[in-house]
C-alpha cells in the first residue's frame, strides 16, 4: 500500500497540456480585451435579434455606441491589435444574423456625434451616417429640400441607404398607384447616389478620408467604397414647396405600405431583380408557387414573394432554407441565379480582427 502511495501520479498527455494552455491564453486574451474595452459603455452578449428588422440574431460578445469619432477610431485600433471581428450594424435592416454567438465587437452609430443635420450652401445638407432615413425626409421637407422623396418608407440609416445604393421604383405619375394603371405607367428607377455629392468615411488605420461623386462607383444596391465606416455624407438636393413635398413622401409611403408586407418583421427584398430577365424576383418566386410556403416560422410572404417574413421566433437558418429553396426554383424552371439582396453576417474567423463587411 505504501509503495502505491509513493507512485507518481499520472502526467497529462500533450494534447490535454495543449488544450489547457490554450483554454488559459484565451481566458487571458479576453480578460486583457475587457480591460482595453473599459473605456468604453459596452454591453456584453447582447441579443443582435433586438437590433435587426428581422428579429433574428443570436448574442455578440461586445455591443458599443461610440460617443465620437475618436472613440469609433479606437475600437478600429482595438479589433486589431487583439483579432477581434467588428461589425457594423447599423438601422439592423437588409441583414440576416446567424443564430450562433457572434465573436467579436458591434458597432451601433446611434449617438448623436454620428447624427448631426445642417443646411449648407446651395440647397445641400450635411448628415450623419447614423441619421434615421424617415426623420431627415420629415426635417428636408420642413425646409423645402426634395430629392430622395422615393425612399419614403425605406427603413435604416443614411449611411446605410448610402453603402448599399437603396433604390426603388416609383410610377412616373406618382397618383396612380392601381395594380391597372402600374401595368400602363411607366416606372422610374431611383437610388441614393443620384443626390450624393461627397461621402466621408474612416479608414480601418482611424484616418479619415472625404470622396466626391465622381471618385464613388454607385451600382445597383451596392456601392464600391474602400474599406471602412461612412461617418458622414452631403447631398445635393433641389429646392421645393414643403406640402408637394410631403405629398409625394406619402404617396410614395401609401404605394409601399399597399405592395409589400410590413405587418410582420422582414428584411425587406431577400433577392436582387436579375438583369437577364423581364419579370423581377419577386414574379418570378411567385410563379414557382412559392408565395405562402413556410419552414417553421419563415415563410415566403403571401403579399410580396421577394420578402420573407418572420411570423414568431424564426431562426436564420429557416430563412436560410427558404433563400435556398427559392433560388432552386427559379434556378431550375427559368435558368435564373437569384443574387442575394439581403446581407447575411456569420461570425469571422480570421485571426487578424478589423472590419467586417
Known amino acids: 500500500m505504501a509503495d502505491d502511495e509513493n507512485q507518481p501520479s499520472p502526467q497529462p498527455s500533450p494534447l490535454k497540456r495543449e488544450r489547457v494552455r490554450r483554454k488559459s491564453q484565451i481566458t487571458n486574451h479576453k480578460h486583457t480585451l475587457r480591460e ?23 448574442p455578440v460578445d461586445f455591443w458599443i455606441e461610440p460617443r465620437s469619432h475618436e472613440e469609433l477610431a479606437e475600437l478600429l485600433r482595438i479589433s486589431r491589435e487583439y483579432g477581434q471581428p467588428l461589425y457594423l450594424i ?5 441583414m440576416l444574423i446567424e443564430d450562433e454567438e457572434l465573436r467579436g465587437i458591434a458597432v451601433h452609430l446611434a449617438n448623436p456625434a454620428f447624427r448631426n443635420v445642417e443646411v449648407l450652401e ?22 423645402g429640400l426634395s430629392g430622395f422623396e422615393f425612399l419614403a418608407g425605406v427603413p435604416g440609416t443614411i449611411g446605410g441607404a448610402i453603402w448599399m445604393n437603396a433604390g426603388r421604383g416609383i410610377l412616373k405619375d406618382s397618383r396612380q398607384s392601381s395594380v391597372v394603371s402600374r401595368q400602363k405607367t411607366e416606372i422610374q428607377h431611383h437610388h441614393i447616389g443620384e443626390v450624393v455629392e461627397s461621402v466621408t468615411l474612416m479608414q480601418e488605420s482611424g484616418k479619415i478620408k472625404t470622396l466626391a461623386k465622381n471618385e464613388i462607383e454607385f451600382g445597383y444596391r451596392h456601392t464600391k467604397l474602400p474599406s471602412g465606416i461612412i461617418l458622414e455624407t452631403i447631398l445635393q438636393l433641389t429646392p ?10 406619402r404617396e410614395n409611403l401609401k404605394t409601399k405600405i399597399k405592395t409589400q408586407d410590413l405587418y410582420f418583421p422582414s428584411a425587406g427584398c431577400v433577392f436582387k431583380n436579375p438583369s437577364n430577365s423581364k419579370k423581377s424576383s419577386g414574379q418570378l418566386i411567385e410563379e414557382t408557387g412559392l408565395k405562402g410556403v413556410r419552414v417553421a416560422q419563415a415563410q415566403i410572404s403571401e403579399r410580396h414573394a421577394n420578402f420573407i417574413i418572420n411570423r414568431s421566433n424564426a431562426s436564420a437558418q429557416d430563412v436560410l432554407t427558404l433563400v435556398r429553396l427559392a433560388q ?11 443574387e442575394l439582396e439581403l446581407k447575411v453576417i456569420r461570425s469571422s474567423r480570421r485571426a487578424h480582427g478589423g472590419l467586417v463587411q
Do not use: C, M
Open 36 to 58: 482595453s474595452l473599459s473605456r468604453f459603455d459596452i454591453r456584453e452578449k447582447e441579443s443582435l435579434s433586438k437590433h435587426t428588422s428581422f428579429q433574428i440574431g443570436g
Open 90 to 94: 447599423g438601422g439592423g435592416n437588409n
Open 122 to 143: 446651395g440647397n445641400r445638407i450635411r448628415a450623419g451616417a447614423g441619421t434615421d432615413l424617415s426623420q431627415l425626409l420629415t426635417w428636408t421637407a420642413e425646409k
Open 240 to 249: 421645393g414647396d414643403p406640402d408637394q413635398i410631403r405629398e409625394r413622401v
Open 328 to 338: 432552386h426554383k427559379v434556378k431550375e424552371e427559368y435558368g435564373i441565379q437569384l
